[in-house]
């Protein structure tokens, strides 16, 4: 079955594709990180996501959407353990451009904790993190069916987190930044 043209797709779908939207993405990611002053290191990673995203319409070919993420990420830093991370559910928010029944882009704001069990540090594993990360994001969708499409997406992302000893005192402050790419597929409930 070939995609479905904007032609086809309009006799069903009359104008903005608004409701209910469900995304399952793989993606790619590179990190710089700096735990300390003199312990900084980069990753490469693999993460699975699942996204939720309810649209609503603004104007003609324009609207914004509110929604949702979670998933799980696995880091592999040159020089240091492998690691992985949960990213628990989080908010997220956007405005879509609907190009045509078989288009639209989105560019939108994330932002979401993620559950680090265990960090590599230069003087062993830093115990259980909770990390607060902010993201930018910028997707293309293609439908190549009434309800199914084929999602490319980039996203920077940006994390800041204050260590703290067991007494309480500020250590200073930790910092991730890096991009991720990745491709799924989209499911339109219609």
Known sequence: MGAVSADDASKYIYGFRKDNQFSLLLSFA???WQLRAEDEFRDRSVAAHFVYRFQL??????????GTRFGFRYS????RRSF???????????????????WQALLGMEVFL?????LPAQEGLLPGLSLSSYAAV???????????????????????????RKHGDLVESMRRSGVRAGLGVNYHLL
Do not use: C
């Open 114 to 118: 993620e559950r680090v069990p265990h």
């Open 138 to 164: 910028l997707a293309l969708e293609h439908y190549v069916s009434l309800n199914t499409a084929v999602v490319a997406a980039i996203a920077i992302d940006t994390m800041r987190h204050r260590l703290q």
């Open 76 to 79: 592999f830093p040159a020089s």
């Open 57 to 66: 319409q603004l104007a003609k070919s324009f609207g914004y959407y509110l």
């Open 30 to 32: 590179s990190h710089a």
């Open 84 to 102: 992985y991370t949960l990213l628990l559910p989080g908010a997220a928010a956007g405005i879509v451009w609907y190009i045509n029944a078989s």
